[in-house]
């Protein structure tokens, strides 16, 4: 494995996920990751109609602290680290801050998994945007440019265009030059404030031909001084565990990207790309 850390990774403590930490963690280390990040889903205020087969998008955070130390314990051959995902939203910021500044948190992404009260993976989404994908879009990335306005608590952002997925006109094709003062804007603010971005391979999962951010807006991210990358699989299942890592791995090389970062106690530390 040319990455050795998955920094998104989801268990049963999120609504949407079945795999116990034991399971994650038994398969991380059969690829031989040297680090498992849990980052389960934290999305205050997640619109009831919208849950579906899923319990919740909200956990208990001692009980989760408390589980990841018994993991630590039971598993000495690979690193588990404590983090979170945040369903972000800029009226939410300080109830997040509050959060994360409660608890030994090793790493914390923040993403958008809501504009207003709608969730992009629904068909109402795009309903309210008259089925217009490109405006779709591009609220989607004003929504994150509001989010890091006010919220700063935060290590990386992740998945920037998953929204693309959910696009329900089959024809569309998705080109960022179309929103590109909107994602210049949002990866100067992340500059500005230090932040990384996530790569994260759910993309190739899902059968795209690239991981989140696509391409162009990671090399414009670095372009612009951004310190460093994150890299997560987003898997919700043993399976999906470095989801296509060692091809992300020749991709980011041929970009001239020779390291990402891992995070514990929420500093930054960086490892080469084999
Ligand atoms: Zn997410
Ligand atoms: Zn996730």
Redesign the pocket.
């Known amino acids: 494995m040319k990455i050795t850390a998955d920094y998104h990774v989801h268990s049963n403590f999120s609504g949407d996920s079945q795999a116990s930490m034991d399971e994650m963690i038994q398969k991380a280390i059969s690829l031989g990751l040297t680090h498992i990040c849990f980052t389960d889903h934290m999305d205050y205020d997640y619109p009831k109609q919208y849950l579906g087969s899923a319990r919740s998008f909200e956990f208990n955070v001692d009980k989760y602290f408390k589980h990841i130390e018994k993991m630590q314990e039971k598993y000495k051959e690979i690193k588990v680290l404590a983090g979170i995902?945040l369903g972000v939203r800029p009226y939410l910021a300080d109830k997040l801050n509050n959060l994360v500044e409660g608890y030994p948190f090793d790493f914390v992404i923040a993403?958008s998994?809501l504009v207003e009260d709608f969730d992009p993976y629904f068909p109402d989404y795009w309903e309210y945007y008259n089925n217009d994908p490109n405006l779709g879009i591009m609220k989607y990335f004003d929504s994150i440019i509001e989010n890091i306005q006010v919220f700063h608590n935060f290590d990386t952002y992740?998945?920037l265009d998953y929204i693309i997925r959910y696009v329900p006109n089959k024809s569309f094709t998705y080109d960022p030059k179309l929103y590109w003062e909107q994602i210049e804007r949002l990866l100067l603010t992340l500059v500005e404030l230090n932040k990384g971005i996530e790569v994260n391979t759910a993309g190739l999962k899902y059968g795209l031909p690239f991981a989140h951010p696509k391409v162009e807006i990671l090399k414009k991210f670095i372009e612009l001084g951004g310190s460093y990358i994150t890299i997560g699989s987003?898997g919700h299942k043993p399976e999906h565990l470095a989801f296509d890592f060692n091809k992300e791995a020749d991709i980011l090389k041929n970009m001239g990207i020779q390291q990402y970062a891992i995070f514990e106690k929420r500093k930054p530390f960086f490892v080469q790309i084999d």
């Open positions: 995902e993403s998994h992740g998945h987003d």
